[in-house]
């Protein structure tokens, strides 16, 4: 079982529609969970941090359920530039040092 | 944008041939890391290094090593490539050590093992 596991998807939305994506993760002792974006053929870029309480940035809020070790994204009000992949990931601090580990990533097309 | 260089971008090798990818930051962060990306797996993780000589092993390392001999370049040698080591590998530079998360990667560089 992968430590970090995501939806593939493809989750097809119309402009303007609320979506939310779900990753969990199954090491217990993970530090911090983070939501990076990646465009076709480009880079992942940080898009937000989760906190434990909760936090939002602009058309974008994360949730962190540390009981049932889930993370989840909303994105509300869906541009046609919010098309990307979004991939969860967790810091595994088992070892003493920093390990960033991926899920596979959930894809998002965002149709006009 | 942080400086961090991958090269080379693009490779076609030959099985059995060696290879090696080099990244290069000029952020003096502590953390390198090497993922390689392939359809449907997403991001794995290969070998990261937290400081000069200090590396360790990630979820697929089999079949590759790695090498950082000064904070600024962290290589990746595959020592007789296979097919299966056809991907897209990224490295990625992080200061760690808080709850920023801030990894920033390389544009890729694209192996194809033919």
């Known amino acids: 079982r992968k430590e970090v596991e995501q939806d593939p998807g493809p989750f097809n939305v119309p402009e303007g529609a609320t979506v939310a994506f779900n990753c969990t993760y199954s090491?217990?002792?993970?530090?911090?969970f983070f939501w990076y974006r990646q465009d076709c053929r480009k880079e992942p870029k940080l898009l937000m941090s989760v906190y434990s309480s909760g936090n939002e940035d602009g058309r974008f809020t994360a949730q962190l359920n540390r009981a049932s070790q889930y993370i989840s994204l909303l994105i509300r009000d869906s541009k046609l530039s919010d098309s990307a992949t979004y991939l969860c990931v967790v810091i595994d601090l088992s070892s003493g040092t920093y390990k960033y580990i991926f899920g596979t990533g959930t894809r998002l097309k965002v149709l006009a | 944008d942080a400086g961090i260089t991958q090269s080379p971008r693009h490779k076609v090798t030959e099985t059995g041939t060696p290879v090696t990818l080099r990244c290069h930051q000029t952020e003096n962060h502590r953390y390198m890391y090497w993922y390689r990306q392939d359809p449907g797996h997403g991001l794995r993780l290969i070998h990261y290094?937290?400081?000069?000589?200090?590396?360790d092993k990630g979820e697929v390392s089999d079949g590759y090593s790695v090498s950082r001999s000064k904070t600024e370049d962290f290589l990746l040698t595959l020592e007789s490539a296979t097919s299966s080591q056809t991907s897209v590998y990224f490295c990625?530079?992080?200061?760690?050590?808080?709850?920023?998360?801030?990894?920033?990667f390389g544009e890729g560089s694209r192996l194809t093992v033919l």
């Open positions: 990625a530079i992080s200061e760690a050590g808080g709850n920023t998360g801030e990894l920033f």
């Open positions: 290094s937290y400081g000069v000589k200090d590396t």
């Open positions: 090491n217990s002792a993970s530090q911090s």
